[in-house]
């Protein structure tokens, strides 16, 4: 049986017991994510590990593992304790789309390859190099993933950290008139396969994967509620004009970057990296280019957000 003894604060961590291991759970940031010690991600866990991770998983949106030297089997085995693996979401729409997010390495459906590396000129992975906006994994799809894991094989000498911020923060911190302009409302996301433009308003919806969500989330777990709105693929609110959609989209994706929101992750070779996408959006910031990075990503099927 594990015992969980519950501390406060970044210099007291939490610790949970399960079987022999010992279990650490230390704050990375005031906003979110901590790193877990004393499990090993290859080996079987017991329910009462898992169930220690969910809960500081609900605690702390992003969680860090680091020092895993974890297979591609073994990541979708310890990922699939959480739910069911969801698989590429490229199957849909435009065909040269797809191409794009193709990589000639990722032979295994629940399996995407985030990287730069070329082989014979073929991408091996997705999303190329370069800096990324803040997004939502899927986030333009009727059921986004709940969870993203990201495992990182190779690194650049420097940059292409990964930014995650707090989302229920960003929701904690809308005025009374804000939470009450968007109650109700839904927002339009669209994904353009782009990594750092603004999505086209006037993109022909059939051309695009995309889908109307909630501003607001309420989380199916903790029951907290959350902002749920990015910058790279949430291209309009419902209900209010063009003219009113540049400034309050605007203001919104500021609200969810400040800065007090976000942990950034700087990457070590054989880090693994899980977070919450229902209440957490995150970017990525430029690494040079001719340098080689590999992470292999692996994601939970989410459902239907509510307000
Ligand atoms: C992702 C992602 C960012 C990165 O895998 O979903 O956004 O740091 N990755 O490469
Ligand atoms: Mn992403």
Redesign the pocket.
């Known amino acids: 049986m594990a015992t969980v003894m519950k501390t406060t604060g970044m210099k007291t961590p939490d610790s949970t017991t399960p079987g022999s291991q010992t279990m650490k759970i230390t704050p990375l940031s005031a906003a979110c994510g901590a790193e877990i010690t004393g499990v090993d991600l290859t080996q079987d866990l017991t329910p009462e590990t898992v169930a220690a991770i969910r809960q500081a998983w609900n605690d702390h949106i992003v969680l860090v593992f680091r020092g895993q030297k974890i297979t591609q089997e073994q990541q979708l085995r310890f990922a699939s304790y959480f739910g069911n693996l969801g698989k590429r979401k490229n199957a849909l729409f435009n065909p040269e789309l797809q191409k794009r997010n193709h990589g000639t390495q990722q032979n295994d459906p629940n399996v995407?390859l985030?990287s730069n590396i070329k082989e014979n000129g073929e991408p091996i992975g997705?999303?190329g190099e370069g800096e990324?906006w803040f997004?939502i994994?899927s986030g333009y799809a009727q059921n986004p993933y709940n969870y993203?894991f990201?495992y990182a094989l190779e690194l650049p000498s420097t940059g292409?950290?990964?930014q995650f911020s707090n989302m229920y923060m960003a929701y904690d911190a809308l005025s009374q008139e804000l939470k009450e302009r968007y109650a109700g409302r839904k927002a339009l996301h669209i994904h353009e396969y782009k990594r750092s433009e603004k999505v086209e308003i006037g993109t022909d919806l059939s051309k695009a994967p995309h889908y109307f969500h909630p501003i607001f989330s309420t989380h199916a777990e903790t029951g907290r509620k959350s902002l749920f709105v990015d910058r790279l693929m949430t291209a309009r609110l419902e209900g209010f004009t063009k003219e009113e959609n540049e400034v309050y989209l605007e203001e919104l994706y500021e609200i969810g970057e400040r800065p007090e929101f976000i942990y950034e992750h700087k990457?070590q070779l054989d880090d693994f990296v899980m977070w919450d996408n229902r209440c957490a959006i995150?970017?990525?910031t430029w690494f040079p280019p001719e340098e080689r990075?590999l992470?292999r990503?692996c994601a939970i099927e989410g459902a239907p957000i509510h307000e």
Request: proline residues 0%; aromatic residues 10%.
């Open positions: 995407l985030v997705a999303f990324m997004h994994d993203t990201l292409g950290n990964t990457w995150h970017a990525r990075r992470l990503r």
